[in-house]
Structure formats: structure tokens, C-alpha cells
């Protein structure tokens, strides 16, 4: 049985990964009609995996005695200047899911619950893919800057990411 605090730190956990499915839908979308067909397709898979965390939220919370709220839609950005901006933009928002997992793992060891804690280094491990993820992408696009031959390959490319990612 899980206490009610944590509950509630797990079903906002469950919240902003719902959110960041949407965002990364909306930065997909973006992609798409800007003509980065490879980072829309990244960002899609992107989407797929943060539903995927929130569904692991959603089964534990149910399995261990609390109840998982299911969150209403936030309207995600949808408007970016540049490749640029928008993984500025995604590693922003993996930051915030970093501290929210280092919030609830904190959490568990101050109530000393051991099982949340060990369901969380998941989230944990995730994490640190994840951001390191989006900073590679990053670094190499300061490196591209605004050259457009530089930036098609990056697109291109991105692909190779993805296939890793869709592995994970
Ligand atoms: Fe599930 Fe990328 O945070």
C-alpha cells in the first residue's frame, strides 16, 4: 500500500509525462510541416515512449492499493523559431521530468519506502538517456548552426537516433 503522499507525487509524475507525450506530439507536428520528416518521426517515438511512462504509472499506483487520476489535456506550445529552439525546448522539458523523479525519489527514502523507491530508479535510469539524448542532438546542432545542407543531414540522420530510442 502506498501512503497517501506519494500518491500524489505519483499521479503528477503520471501528469507530466502525459504532458510531455502531447508536447512531443505538438513538436512532431512542428517537424512535419516545416519539412523535418526525420524529427517528426523522432519526436513521434518521443510521444510513444512518454505514453508508455505514463501507463507504467498509471499500473503501478492501481496495483499497490492507490488510485491513478487520469489527467485532463494541457493545450502543449506548438509554435518554435528553429531546430534549434525546439530541442532547446525538449531538453527543457526532460529536465523538469529529472527533478520531479529526484522529488518522488527523495520523497520515498524520507518515508523510507523501499518498493517506490525501486519502481523509481527506472525513471531514474531514463532520465539520464534521455537528457544526454537531447544534449548530443543539441551539440551537434550548434556545431550545424544555420547551414542547410548541415541541417538536412541532421534530419536525415536523427533517424539512426531513433532506432535506438524505439529499442529502449
Ligand atoms: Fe518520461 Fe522523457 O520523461
Known sequence: MISENIEISLNSQLKLE???SMQYLAMASWAEIN???GVASFFYNQSEEEKTHMLKLIKFVNERGGTAVIPSLE????EY?????LFTAFLNSEENVTNSVNQIVFECLEAKDYTVHNFMQWYVAEQTEEEAIARTILD???IIGSDKGGLYLFDRDIKNLDVKNSDS
Open 75 to 78: 493545450k502543449p506550445e506548438s
Open 81 to 85: 523559431e528553429s531546430l534549434q529552439d
Open 140 to 142: 551537434k546542432l550548434r
Open 18 to 20: 502525459a504532458n510531455a
Open 35 to 37: 519539412g523535418y520528416n
